[in-house]
């Protein structure tokens, strides 16, 4: 770029503010763009608008008054944050479920990862510019399984639903008809959206070798869930360290082959198409009985450190529990996906142009209530 | 490999390096973490990503635990350091895992803690020019409004 | 000549027939697409005011009269203003030359083709100056990209008229309709080429998806018109609907033989055709993503150009056989 | 040379094929609700505003303790052992519909409606007494089951 014509012509990079307000930064994200034209030379990530110290709330409630808190840290796939906190907790009480709280609530974790995966999908198409026909779609297919979950828990969105040591109520009557055929209802269309954008060549040619996120990089930025395994990483804590009852269905793992952000997107439908499959598994081999143990009302774990992590949509959510013998925990911290996903895009953008910024944040799919906490 | 069994290696490299009563979280001296860091980082452990930095203020000292995973060999390790409340300072670990980076500046912003040779120490989520770290035990602020104690 | 007071008259009146007609269409337009996307994406579209939200055009037009008249601050307050009369006039100027039915239309004149194409460029500098004269970084870099894109795109949209108009053997609209009077030209295998290749560069003339860099929603906020908002938006949205009429009634007096047709009258056939290449073109916009900007340019240097000058040749060699 | 013509065909049949995926659900019929008029019905477990039957209240104050965002609070008489409510303080503002109230009550005296359609114009409206009749006139009818 720099030959003897364009010396004597005297450009300047401009600074260019993206967000914290802008329609495809998925949340309040602000990001710093210093532009040379179209191309980017810097991005700095301003994070911390959506700040509401979860850890310090944490450490003035009780264990089961902090449950709603963690509906609203990814408030996308709010059932897979229950179900991290909660066993965190019952790892400290070690506690032992019984088989149907756990068919239960992989059933509920692999419903609301399909829907968090849809929302991922459709606003990833969104970003490229397919101009909401794909998010209709996706919201008609994640509508459905909100309102299954309105009909197990009564809420749409925070649902509150995993209590320590079981579940809050037991599945009502109809709830595994609608499941098996919900079930039978969306194979389909995920070949359908395989049709219209995954193959699609505009889709290809803008997603395909953009940030391309090798092997080492990855697993050095410790970016994990389908960002990981778009770099063709084969780690799924489902599979390598099986918590519930994971270890009773067979279901393999998405990989991705040169971690760009179309691996990334292909992953994420592919995982539907997995969870779909555990689904199925789960709801036909129920196990009856009583899904709730008796645990008594004022919850007071033993003075103990413990760590716990499971397999959010996003990566994997830690929760790394300090209880000094109280009621209230001493320290709780939140170790979220997006968090350390997001550090890596300001490596991967460098020199991309203003179009891919936005494609390559889209394909991490970050949530700004778990990354700020 | 099972915990036990690393947890033997690296006592066995590195004499100074405890374990903690009952778990197996492995306690390293301040000044020696970047050398037990260094050797935990290289083949025969590999432990290729640091998961997760905890910060605990124990009043009277602070706590740092690291959580480290290794991908390839499918096994984890918790090392921790105790750092006095006087020199709030120890080694920053950026130069070997890049995603310290943002987590030490986190732990920095929420404790005090500084990191010595950290690329650029500054605040995280909370405002640039906001004065106090939260999370400390001992930080108050009138806008706090303490849920009453059952 | 000396025009006498009646032809004066004639002329406004003209005029306003025509004016008229396009604020018509423009509504009609709004409201057709917005029912079209509404069903492609499984959904009922504007269904309150009036039967099936017919009359939500004109609700729109009203909210946007009353909307308050801001002016950025900082923004380059003429061009800023010019900015949509820029954008709207040529595409009103077009409508001299087009051919709506047998002897319905405003002057055929002789240089048609080349008329349209001169005056529908001018286009572009309105778009270019909203983009400048918003003082607003986001819109610099779709009025940017605008520019590049319409010019670029311009030379296979001339080169596919001029194979029709060799064909023809005349520039006048009119001719070329009475050329297609048997045989649609879109059935003559160089003519399908033109015609692919002129739709293409037709969707990029007017911005729409999956060229619509200017205006990306998705990374740019708004494009060119972030800043504008009451009527000064309204004209961009007139503009941008007229733009989808013309491109669409060029493309049936050229390769869908005009106003030619069975039994209905022919104005009739003409907008019949008209707006099934127009509702075609809001089915592919609202299934297809964007295009990058250095993509979009890759694709007109060096696919559809070179398409275009071997179809010149070729259209050439067949014609002096 | 070949090759790019041939992905061009590829490409532009996966074009094709989008547009057809589009097609077909264009003559699908539409699945939204016109909200005003039509409404989903609510499910049985629904949890919307809380409501109270103030007559198998037992004063327990075990819903107070339990809020994660401390938005009840009662105070009561009591006369020679016998206690009767005074006021019931519930605060809309703070509510984050979790249910936990309504989960350990001991006498289900407090319950989750299915009213979700909470606007006011004027904060302090928020914050009303649960023991007057009137208090959910203003949204639809209240439906305490």
């Known amino acids: ?373 | 490999m099972r915990p036990d069994e690393i947890s033997g290696i690296i006592r066995t490299k590195f004499p100074q390096v405890t374990e903690e009563a009952g778990t197996n979280h492995l306690i390293a001296a301040k000044e020696s973490l970047l050398e037990v860091a260094q050797y935990l980082r290289n083949p025969p452990l590999a432990l290729d990503n640091l998961h997760c930095i905890t910060a605990i203020d124990r009043k009277e000292k602070m706590e740092l635990v690291y959580t480290l995973y290794s991908i390839v060999e499918r096994h984890g390790v918790t090392l921790k350091v105790c750092l006095t409340p006087q020199d709030l300072n120890v080694a920053s670990l950026a130069a070997l895992w890049k995603s310290a980076n943002w987590l030490e500046r986190e732990v920095y912003d929420l404790f005090g803690i500084t990191f010595s040779g950290h690329p650029d120490l500054r605040r995280i989520l909370n405002p640039y020019d906001w004065k106090g770290y939260p999370l400390r035990k001992d930080y108050s602020d009138p806008q706090l409004i303490a849920k009453p104690r059952l | ?321 | ?145």
Not at chain 1, 17 to 31: E, F, R
Not at chain 1, 202 to 211: E, T, V
Not at chain 3, 20 to 29: C, D, Q, V
Not at chain 3, 157 to 180: E, F, T
């Open chain 1, 1 to 373: 770029m720099d030959t003897q014509q364009t010396k004597d012509i005297y450009t300047e990079e401009f600074l260019m503010n993206m967000g914290p307000q802008h329609p495809s930064t998925h949340g309040v994200l602000s990001l710093e763009l210093k532009l040379d034209g179209e191309f980017i030379r810097e991005c700095t990530p301003h994070i911390g608008y959506l700040h509401r110290s979860m850890e310090k709330i944490a450490e003035n409630r009780t264990y089961t008054q902090f449950i709603p808190f963690t509906d609203r840290l990814d408030y996308v796939a709010s059932m897979n944050n229950n179900l991290a906190y909660v066993m965190a907790v019952e790892k400290l009480l070690n506690l032992e479920l019984p088989e149907r709280a756990k068919y239960i609530r992989i059933i509920v974790a692999e419903l609301n990862r399909v829907a968090s995966h849809l929302v991922a999908v459709g606003t990833f198409a969104q970003d490229l510019g397919a101009f909401a026909t794909p998010l209709f779609y996706c919201f008609r297919e994640r509508e459905k399984i909100i309102d299954i979950f309105d009909q197990i828990c009564g809420n749409r969105l925070t649902y509150n639903y995993i209590r320590i040591g079981g579940v809050q109520f037991d599945l009502p009557a109809g709830v595994d008809e609608k499941v098996k055929e919900f079930v039978k209802y969306m194979r389909p269309k995920v070949d359908d959206y395989d049709r219209l954008l995954t193959y699609n060549t505009i889709f290809l040619a803008r997603s395909k070798d953009i940030g391309v996120l090798p092997r080492e990089m990855a697993i050095n930025y410790s970016v994990t869930g389908p960002s990981l395994r778009g770099s063709g990483v084969k780690w799924d804590l489902r599979k390598d360290e099986p918590y519930l009852a994971y270890d009773k269905f067979e279901f393999d793992v998405p990989v991705g082959e040169n971690g760009d952000a179309w691996d990334r997107y292909k992953v994420r439908v592919e995982e539907m198409r997995q969870s779909l499959r555990i689904v199925e598994q789960a709801i036909n081999t129920l196990p009856e009985g009583d899904p709730t143990v008796r645990v008594g009302r004022v919850i007071k774990p033993p003075p103990s450190e413990v760590y716990c992590r499971t397999e959010n949509p996003r990566g994997e959510l830690g929760f790394y529990v300090v209880s000094d013998g109280s009621v209230y925990p001493y320290r709780l911290k939140i170790r979220s996906p997006s968090f350390s996903n997001l550090a890596v895009v300001p490596e991967l953008v460098k020199g991309l142009k203003v179009a891919d910024i936005v494609c390559v944040l889209g394909s991490f799919d970050i949530v700004l209530g778990e990354i700020d906490r």
């Open chain 4, 1 to 145: 040379m070949i090759n790019r013509v041939k992905n061009f065909g590829i490409g532009a049949w996966s074009l094709i094929k989008g547009l057809a995926v589009t097609l077909k659900y264009c003559f699908k019929p539409a699945v939204t609700l016109q909200y005003p008029t039509q409404k989903l019905p609510m499910t049985e477990r629904f949890r919307g505003l809380v409501g109270l039957r103030p007559e198998k209240c037992i004063m327990c104050y075990q819903c107070v303790k339990i809020c994660p965002t401390g938005c009840l609070a009662i105070t009561h008489k009591q006369e020679d052992k016998k206690k009767t409510l005074e006021t019931f303080k519930y605060n809309m503002e703070l509510c984050c519909f979790c249910g936990l109230c309504a989960q350990v009550c001991p006498t289900s005296a407090i319950i989750m409606t299915d009213i979700y359609e909470i606007t006011v114009y004027d904060r302090k409206k928020l914050a009303i007494n649960l023991l007057d009749p009137k208090k959910y006139d203003e949204w639809t009818g209240a439906t305490i089951k």
């Open chain 3, 1 to 321: 000549m000396m025009l006498s007071i009646l032809d004066i008259i004639v002329l406004l009146l003209i005029g306003l027939a025509v004016v008229g007609f396009i604020a018509a269409s423009a509504m009609f337009l709004i409201w057709w697409e917005r029912k079209v996307s509404a069903h492609i994406q499984s959904r009922l579209g504007p269904m309150r005011v009036g039967w099936h939200g017919v009359l939500q055009s004109i609700a729109d037009a009203v909210k946007l009269l009353l909307k308050e008249n801001i002016i950025p601050a900082g923004a380059d307050k003429l061009v800023w203003w010019l900015a949509p009369f820029f954008a709207v006039v040529p595409s009103v100027m077009v409508f001299v030359a087009i051919p709506f039915g047998k002897n319905l239309i405003v002057k055929d004149l002789n240089v048609g083709i080349l008329y349209i194409m001169a005056v529908s460029s001018v286009c572009v500098l309105g778009i270019f100056m909203a983009g400048w004269g918003s003082n607003n970084k986001y819109s610099l870099l779709g009025g940017m990209r605008s520019a590049a894109q319409i010019i670029s795109y311009e030379l296979p949209l001339i080169l596919s008229m001029i194979i029709v108009a060799m064909h023809a053997g005349s520039l006048s609209m009119q001719k070329i309709v009475a050329a297609q009077s048997g045989y649609w030209y879109i059935l003559h295998p160089t003519m399908t080429l033109a015609f692919v290749v002129y739709m293409i560069a037709a969707t990029a003339e007017v911005n729409r998806v999956p060229f619509d860099i200017p205006e990306a929603e998705s990374e740019l906020v708004a494009g060119f018109h972030t800043e504008y908002s009451g009527m000064k938006f309204a004209m961009f949205f007139v503009g941008e609907y007229t733009n989808v009429f013309l491109i669409s009634a060029i493309a049936t007096t050229l390769f869908l033989g005009g106003w030619h047709g069975p039994i209905l009258p022919p104005a009739l056939w003409f907008l019949i055709k008209t707006y099934g290449i127009v509702t075609v073109l809001m089915w592919v916009r609202w299934t297809f993503p964007r295009v990058r900007v250095d993509q979009l340019m890759g694709f007109a240097w060096k696919v559809l150009t070179p398409v275009s000058f071997l179809n010149l040749a070729v259209t050439g060699w067949l014609l002096l056989k």
